[in-house]
């Protein structure tokens, strides 16, 4: 190492460890995504996509996770200790309210693909096998 001119010799040509290949100690803001960093686009700049500690902002640490706007179909969105947690559309489920809530009557699954390929689109079907609305298998 050459005191006063270089910050670091590991004798490599490697940028991924913690001394770059121009013998600079790897710091955040250097461009290369090191350990302990999300990112890293060579600025100190919060105003971009990548803030000027390198780290992105954690959901329900460290911004509000209602902001990402992630309930679909109508969702109302709660923030929570852990997260946050989609109130869906009686037509909709899942965690951000994007799917389609499947209804069951007399064991038959509306909207539905078998494991054969075969499909069943309608609103319901009786026991009798008559279907309420058109059919398409």
Same mark, same amino acid.
């Given at each position: 190492?050459?005191?006063?001119? %270089?910050? &670091?010799? +590991?004798?490599?040509?490697?940028? %991924? +460890?913690? &001394?770059?290949?121009?013998?600079?100690?790897? *710091? #955040?803001?250097?461009? =290369?995504?090191?350990? $302990?960093?999300?990112?890293?686009?060579?600025?100190?700049?919060? +105003?971009?996509?990548?803030?000027?500690?390198? *780290?992105?902002?954690? &959901? $329900?640490?460290? =911004?509000? &996770?209602?902001?990402? *706007?992630? #309930?679909?179909?109508?969702?109302?969105?709660?923030?929570?200790?852990?997260?946050?947690?989609?109130?869906?559309?009686?037509?909709?489920?899942?965690?951000?309210?994007?799917?389609?809530?499947?209804? =069951? =009557?007399?064991? #038959?699954?509306?909207?539905?693909?078998?494991?054969?390929? %075969?499909?069943?689109?309608? %609103? *319901?079907?009786?026991?009798?096998?008559?279907?309420?609305?058109?059919?398409?298998?």
């Amino acid at each position: 190492m050459h005191e006063g001119v %270089e910050e &670091c010799d +590991d004798g490599n040509d490697s940028d %991924e +460890d913690a &001394c770059t290949t121009e013998c600079k100690l790897a *710091r #955040c803001g250097d461009g =290369i995504v090191q350990e $302990g960093e999300d990112c890293d686009d060579e600025n100190t700049d919060d +105003d971009d996509q990548c803030p000027a500690n390198c *780290r992105l902002p954690v &959901c $329900g640490v460290d =911004i509000e &996770c209602c902001s990402f *706007r992630l #309930c679909q179909n109508g969702g109302k969105c709660t923030d929570t200790l852990k997260g946050y947690q989609c109130e869906c559309p009686p037509e909709y489920t899942g965690k951000n309210c994007e799917l389609p809530r499947l209804e =069951i =009557i007399e064991n #038959c699954v509306m909207n539905a693909l078998s494991g054969s390929g %075969e499909a069943f689109v309608g %609103e *319901r079907i009786w026991s009798d096998g008559t279907a309420s609305a058109p059919l398409m298998n």
